[in-house]
């Protein structure tokens, strides 16, 4: 666009399109540059924009009525989301302040349609003039309407264009794995301005320890603190400032080791647009939002072996499979907690193939494991819920069985583990002390090269050969506790530990030493799942362990229940102990026959004893063997009961009878035979009576039962 197009004699339709209600009111110059360099480097095109206030003023504003908006420097015309200049120009627009709009293009004011014609509308409402440099246009004439809504969809396809021009270069040139950013950690740019291995030793042996960590600790939490505990300290070259790609130390943090562990450029690969925009996601003023991580074997581009490489790509996908497995998500098995959970993300219930949830409740936390996904998601009742000791008891039992055999490897494995690990601490330490020595060493060197009489030059440099050397000798007594506390070499005591201990693994897994999430890791290590379903709503329980490899094993396990009649064998334990009740056993023999039979009772216990045999026949409405005068018809009179009797007749507890009895609320009598036992009176209408106080249920801020229920019925005389 030429100068003279800046002129107002050059400008169509001045004189009938600008009337002095336009006048009256102001002109907002809208300047903008779509991206920061463009504001840096073009600075004649934003001169030309800032020019504009010079038009509105030869076309009759005053200076002071000429508005500037010039917030949106740096923004994409694409949406006003973040165009806050955009908004305030368009909040003028509708309180009817705004007379003419002037930019240079129409493109700096919208490359959206949706905006360009909101912006149309309002204008067209208010009586609000546009102007650019080809000409003045009115937004309520049908002409220039349909040359502005032509000039916006133009506006709109133009940026299309140049987007889909420029991410085909990109695309084309990632296709080629040419198409690189900032080297991650680990590597630097060649003189070919290719990726190559940090040319620094300790640099590449830490970037190999962090994979080698993780796949010990097996979890990112773990991997952290295992870095911080010894002091190990990450390679990064920054990418900006002073110091840019020189190498630092810096302490390690979560999403470093995060992203470190998740990009395949470590096991050789290059992959472009992994990081996809959803629009859906996108918040209003945050440009940044609504990207979705996709896998490497989902982006548009991957190249393996383009790269040098710390790991191969088989263990690259098994560190995924594990940070996926480690997310606390329904679908994943979760990293392992600190719970006694053994079974926790491995459990799978055999009716609808959910995961059981494990947790714990009650005064003393015990850990049940329930299936409640389908409660969760779907609202309907879960499916199963047992407890989680002896489930767990049953898996360690059956892990034992199968890592006895092998406690000679299995010591000779977590010998060479310690000594590979110790290995690699001192190689780390031998190369921190290297690197301290060496700067200690380069600031002598730095002091004996200067002049002695020039001393500003000198004081620094000798102030940084103090620092150096501290630094040395905090690194030297840093490696000496190291050393106390870690050994190279193991000791014959040490050796002879871990030979006993793998010989006794049923000591070594319940030793308190032993971490639940290391007897997590090993279940883990050896099962991949455990099916379970319970028969019913009995203590049998059925459980297939699916092996790793592939092998499976079914068993039957009972678990415990709460009550009777939860058991499959309680009419085949009622019969046998009513057969013994007959045969004038008592409680305590019944118990040991039950015993010895293999019968066993609910509620966690494993024996019976004489106590609940009298309990389960009180409930089933039976007694055991009694005197023979309890058996004498003459000793009882009409409508008497003896007092257990009557209990099992109103069914209620026995010492709710002795109460009664004792505060007068039921006649009684005691019998010379039988051991002076109690003998309760009650026909028909006393037995109702006793039943109504047992129903009965006071309320506060009632005191005491009705005395109609307490006040047992006159007793005819005999």
């Known amino acids: 666009m030429t100068e003279q197009a800046l002129t107002p004699s050059r400008v169509s ?187 620094d030793e ?48 810096r302490r390690p943090n979560r999403m470093t080791l995060q992203n470190l562990l998740h990009h395949p450029i470590y096991a050789g690969a290059y992959r472009w647009g992994y990081r996809k925009v959803d629009p859906r996601k996108q918040q209003p003023g945050r440009p940044y939002t609504g990207r979705t991580v996709k896998p490497p074997e989902s982006c548009e581009v991957l190249i393996k072996g383009r790269f040098p490489a710390y790991i191969n790509w088989d263990r690259f996908e098994s560190i995924q499979q594990r940070l996926a497995d480690n997310r606390a998500i329904a679908a994943a098995l979760g990293a392992p907690r600190e719970g006694p959970a053994l079974l926790g993300g491995l459990l799978v219930c055999g009716r609808c193939a959910r995961r059981l949830m494990p947790a714990y409740s009650g005064k003393t936390n015990p850990l049940r494991y329930t299936c409640m996904r389908a409660t969760i998601d779907d609202g309907v009742p879960g499916c199963l819920s047992l407890s989680g000791a002896f489930l767990d008891d049953f898996v360690v039992a059956q892990i034992m069985q199968v890592l006895q055999p092998a406690s000679l490897e299995l010591s000779i494995a977590a010998e060479h583990a310690l000594r590979t690990e110790r290995a690699q601490l001192e190689a780390h330490w031998q190369q921190r002390l290297e690197r301290a020595h060496y700067g200690a060493a380069r600031a002598a060197r730095q002091y004996s090269a200067v ?64 971490a639940p999430q290391d007897r997590q890791e090993i279940v883990r290590l050896l099962l991949e799942k455990v099916t379970v379903d319970v028969q019913g709503d009995s203590e049998q329980v059925d459980v297939m362990l699916h092996w790793a490899g592939g092998v499976k094993s079914q068993h039957r396990v009972l678990r415990p229940v709460a009550r009777y009649a939860q058991l499959s064998t309680y009419p085949r334990v009622l019969a046998r102990i009513d057969t013994l009740r007959r045969a004038g056993v008592s409680f305590e023999q019944i118990a040991e026959h039950l015993n010895r039979e293999g019968f066993s009772p609910p509620k966690r ?81 006393e037995l109702e009576r006793l039943r109504q106080l047992r129903a009965y249920q006071r309320k506060w801020p009632e005191p005491r039962y009705p005395q109609a229920l307490t006040r047992p019925k006159e007793r005819d005389p005999e």
């Open 202 to 249: 300790q640099a590449q042996r830490v970037v190999r320890l962090i994979f080698d960590v993780f796949e010990q600790q097996g979890s990112l939490h773990g991997l952290l603190r295992y870095l911080v505990a010894h002091d190990i300290r990450l390679p990064i070259r920054p990418h900006s400032g002073a110091t840019r790609g020189q190498l630092e130390w």
């Open 605 to 685: 216990t494993d024996r019976f004893n004489g106590g609940m045999v009298a309990r389960l026949l009180s409930r089933c409405g039976l007694h055991g063997p009694r005197p023979r005068a309890m058996g004498d018809g003459s000793v009882l009179k009409p409508h008497e009961y003896w007092l257990t009797d009557i209990a099992r007749t109103l069914n209620m507890p026995i010492a709710t009878v002795h109460k009664w009895q004792r505060l007068g609320w039921m006649h009684s009598r005691k019998v010379a035979v039988a051991s002076g036992r109690l003998v309760i009176w009650a026909d028909d209408d």
């Open 13 to 199: 339709g001045l004189g009938s399109k600008l009337h002095d209600h336009h006048l009256r009111r102001q002109a907002m110059v809208y300047v903008r540059q779509s991206h920061p360099q463009q504001v840096a480097e073009n600075v004649e095109s934003t001169a030309r924009q800032y020019g504009l206030v010079e038009r509105a003023i030869a076309w009759g504003w005053s200076p002071e009525r000429v508005i500037v908006i010039d917030e949106d420097q740096g923004q994409s015309g694409q949406s006003m989301a973040t165009r806050l200049g955009f908004q305030r120009l368009l909040a003028e627009v509708s309180l009817d302040h705004v007379g003419l709009i002037l930019g240079l293009e129409l493109s700096r004011l919208a490359r959206s349609n949706k905006d360009w014609h909101q912006l149309l509308e309002l204008c067209a409402i208010f009586g609000t003039l546009l102007a650019d440099a080809d000409g003045l246009y009115d937004p309520t004439d049908y002409n220039d309407r349909l040359l502005l809504g032509l000039r916006g969809m133009m506006n709109e396809a133009e940026l299309y264009i140049l987007k889909g021009r420029m991410h085909e270069g990109r695309r084309n040139k990632a296709q080629r794995g040419d198409l690189l950013n900032h080297p991650p950690m680990g590597y630097v740019r060649g003189a070919d301005e290719d990726y190559q291995l940090d040319p």
């Open 451 to 514: 002049e002695p009489e020039n001393r500003l030059v000198a004081r620094e440099l000798e102030r940084q050969w103090e620092e150096a050397l501290r630094h040395e000798q905090h690194e030297q007594e840093a490696y000496a506790r190291f050393r106390r506390e870690q050994p190279t070499e193991l000791t014959a005591r040490e050796r002879e530990a871990i030979l006993r201990l793998a010989q006794d693994m049923p000591r070594l897994w319940a030793a308190p030493e032993t």
